[in-house]
């Protein structure tokens, strides 16, 4: 199915599409018809010169949003290896995990902003795919503390054993959105793990030919601009990090690739703060048992593969926009995050500079 040209592997979305069973269609299909009425409130929102008509647009897109939120959880609940934080979750916990997304779709988020809330995002995330999992194994950690009085002082706390589940992990951040997330999820493996494990890291440049639409999009590995070893991956629990998964088809693009080269991952993780239906149905018809873990899912894509509602384009809100015609590479982009950033996630950093530096 991929298509070769030079140093390049290139995924057609008509090959996505392929994976897609007709159920599948239907669904995505009847959504798209739910997301019309929020789109027509949208727009009267918008338009309405009164506050009467106004409020009753507002409250005709709540209740839009209740029955679109009401149909993915049904969808999604037939799907073993679709996880949505919303629908596994205790109840209680699903306001702040609304509220953070609400913050990263708000336009007046700015960049500092949307990095902590991205953050926060995959710490929930971290607990909900390992933390939680682990339980009720755990394990005591004992923690000296900075206080000498009538002796030193050591405190004793019990938390998750992760260890089983990440031990065998290796990061794989297809640039450029997903650095930062993978950095967070490896550091979170890091702080839990009995060891100070630092997951190793495989790089890959790819990206969307955004001239195109999303019915004949083209997918693109540069496997020139990629930094990994083939024989680290094989048999690893693979990891991607993208905040978010539109239409699946960088994913598709490279787990395809690595096992048409001969690697048999142990398990492939995709972990997302905004997944879209379509991207969601598309992974896991197109890789045997990859699992999606998405702290929110949105019904639609729009025609330019973006999500709807959606928060915009999620590297450019993390990372700055690059100047025409000069993407920054990997080292740039970690030295453009600041040295907050940099200083939190040093093992990561090292990590990341060893595999582009070698």
């Not at 090959?15 to 007709?22: E, I, R, S, T, V």
């Not at 599948?24 to 309405?48: M, N, P, T």
């Not at 080269?261 to 398990?267: D, F, Y």
């Not at 700055?320 to 940099?342: C, F, H, K, S, V």
Request: aromatic letters at 8%.
């Amino acid at each position: 199915m991929n298509a070769k040209e030079g140093r390049k592997v290139i995924l057609h979305a008509t090959d996505l599409d392929g994976f897609l069973k007709d159920d599948d269609k239907a669904k995505i299909e009847h959504v798209r018809k739910l997301y019309e009425k929020s789109l027509d409130a949208c727009a009267r929102i918008e338009s309405e010169d009164t506050a009467q008509n106004k409020a009753k647009a507002e409250d005709d897109l709540v209740k839009s949003s209740a029955e679109i939120g009401a149909y993915l959880e049904e969808v999604v609940s037939q799907e073993p290896s679709i996880h949505v934080y919303c629908f596994e979750s205790p109840q209680e916990q699903h306001g702040a995990a609304s509220r953070l997304i609400a913050k990263l779709r708000d336009p007046n988020t700015d960049h500092e902003e949307f990095l902590y809330y991205i953050q926060r995002a995959y710490e929930l995330l971290f607990a909900h795919v390992f933390a939680d999992t682990a339980l009720p194994k755990k394990r005591s950690i004992i923690t000296k503390t900075p206080v000498v009085n009538p002796c030193r002082n050591y405190a004793v706390h019990r938390i998750p054993d992760v260890d089983s589940l990440t031990s065998n992990a290796v990061m794989c951040v297809m640039l450029r959105g997903a650095l930062l997330p993978s950095m967070i999820i490896s550091k979170e493996i890091q702080d839990y793990s009995s060891n100070d494990f630092v997951t190793p890291f495989a790089l890959f440049k790819i990206k969307r030919d955004d001239t195109k639409k999303e019915r004949n999009m083209d997918y693109v590995l540069d496997l020139d601009r990629s930094f990994f070893d083939l024989k680290e991956l094989d048999g690893k629990d693979l990891i991607f990090a993208d905040p978010m998964n539109a239409t699946g088809g960088s994913l598709v693009t490279i787990v395809k690739y690595l096992k048409d080269n001969g690697v048999r991952p142990k398990s492939v993780k995709f972990i997302n703060v905004i997944s879209a239906l379509k991207g969601s149905l598309r992974i896991v018809r197109a890789i045997e048992g990859c699992e999606v873990y998405t702290l929110w899912m949105d019904p639609i894509l729009n025609d330019a593969a973006y999500i709807l509602p959606g928060l915009g384009d999620a590297g450019d809100r993390l990372n700055g926009m690059d100047l025409p015609g000069n993407p920054r590479n990997m080292i740039q982009l970690i030295a453009d995050y600041g040295a907050n950033i940099t200083n939190l996630y040093r093992a990561q950093v090292k990590k990341i500079e060893e595999t582009v530096l070698g």
